[in-house]
């Protein structure tokens, strides 16, 4: 069974920086972030998968880093230049499958409970 535990979300001022946590237990392929703001679709932001591949949303490229250290089994995004507009809660999700640096939500069976990033004016 995999557990993904998210930390590291916050308030930040436009422009600003947080870094994002997920410690993963358990075999998984690729790593996902996901968010989604209130009354929107969970969209995909970035992913990794195990031998490196990254994949981003458009809306994120050259601002936000995915990243993966296999002996603290921790994924990482780090985010810089925020807007109001990344203002969500941030899920991390895993898959075991081999399916790459996917950003296809319904790709994922494991998922994070949340972690609410808010970047104000």
């Known amino acids: 069974q995999v557990t993904l535990v998210e930390s590291g979300g916050g308030s930040v001022q436009s422009g600003g920086s947080l870094r994002l946590f997920c410690v993963v237990s358990?075999?998984?392929?690729?790593v996902g972030w996901f968010r989604q703001a209130p009354g929107k679709e969970r969209e995909g932001v970035a992913a990794?998968?195990?031998?490196?591949?990254?994949n981003y949303a458009v809306s994120v490229k050259g601002r936000f880093t995915i990243s993966r250290d296999g002996a603290k089994n921790t994924v990482y995004l780090q985010m810089s230049s925020l807007k109001p507009e990344d203002t969500a809660m941030y899920y991390c999700?895993?898959?075991?499958?081999?399916?790459?640096?996917?950003?296809?939500?319904?790709?994922?069976?494991?998922w994070g409970q949340g972690t609410q990033v808010t970047v104000s004016l």
């Open positions: 990794i998968d195990r031998i490196g591949n990254t």
């Open positions: 358990g075999y998984t392929y690729s």
């Open positions: 999700a895993a898959t075991d499958q081999l399916y790459g640096a996917t950003l296809i939500r319904s790709l994922y069976k494991f």
